[in-house]
Antibody, heavy 124, light 107 residues
């Protein structure tokens, strides 16, 4: 059973960079069958998809983040990471990493495996 | 971006009730629509993929239907463990977007 685990600082100062890593256990990131995602959820609010990365390193980010997000993948260590620049209090949220399945290499299923989430607070 | 709406925003129901949640997309998403269940303090759990495909291990009292812009999640015979918030999510085009959620609580 594949498991995902987020790690990173729980407190980030305003204007700094939020950096998180997702480690994939009992599975591989280096498969064309899946894509890897970051999703966040402010306390008491809904879910916001941040972006996705393929094993090749190809990325897509939510334009709502105004080019502040970047993702990388390390298939040799089965990890993928998120950097979010110039954070403000509005970036305070629970951050989840999640796996999605690719359908026929071109279409997307939803997120079938999630990490437990990590709370990141932006505060001085 | 494709905007997702859900109705109702909350519903009070009793064990054994049938509950129907509607999700609407601002433009067609074909059948690339997923449903999730989230309990407090937990990550969302995928219930249904591709509008109507039940994930392995999900009880058969959950079902999904629809295509294009209008979708439905139905829970027949609500169980105590089903009290949660439910989200729809479109996976047809980037950026992927979620509905605002429907909270199912105990009447």
């Amino acid at each position: 059973q594949v498991q995902l685990q987020e790690s990173g600082p729980g407190l980030v100062k305003p204007s700094q960079t939020l950096s998180l890593t997702c480690t994939v256990a009992r599975g591989s990131t280096n498969t064309a069958a899946y894509y890897w995602n970051w999703i966040r959820q402010p306390a008491g609010k809904g879910l916001e998809w941040i972006g996705r990365i393929y094993p090749s390193g190809n990325t897509y980010y939510n334009p709502s983040l105004q080019s502040r997000a970047s993702m990388t993948i390390d298939t040799s260590n089965n990890q993928f990471s998120l950097n979010l620049d110039s954070v403000t209090a509005a970036d305070t949220a629970v951050y989840y990493c999640a796996r999605g399945a690719l359908v026929r290499g071109a279409y997307y299923y939803g997120f079938d495996v999630w990490g437990q989430g990590t709370t990141v607070t932006v505060s001085s | 971006d494709i905007q997702m709406t859900q109705s109702p925003s909350s519903v009070s129901a009793s064990v054994g009730d049938r509950v129907t949640i509607t999700c609407r997309a601002s433009q067609g998403v074909s059948r690339w629509l997923a449903w999730y269940q989230q309990k407090p303090g937990k990550a969302p759990k995928l219930l249904i993929n591709a509008a109507s495909s039940l994930q392995s291990g999900v009880p058969s009292r959950f079902s999904g239907s629809g295509s294009g812009t209008d979708f439905t999640l139905t829970i027949t015979s609500l169980q105590p463990e089903d009290f949660a918030t439910y989200y729809c999510q479109q996976a047809n085009s980037f950026p992927f977007t979620f509905g605002p959620g429907t909270k199912v609580d105990i009447k």
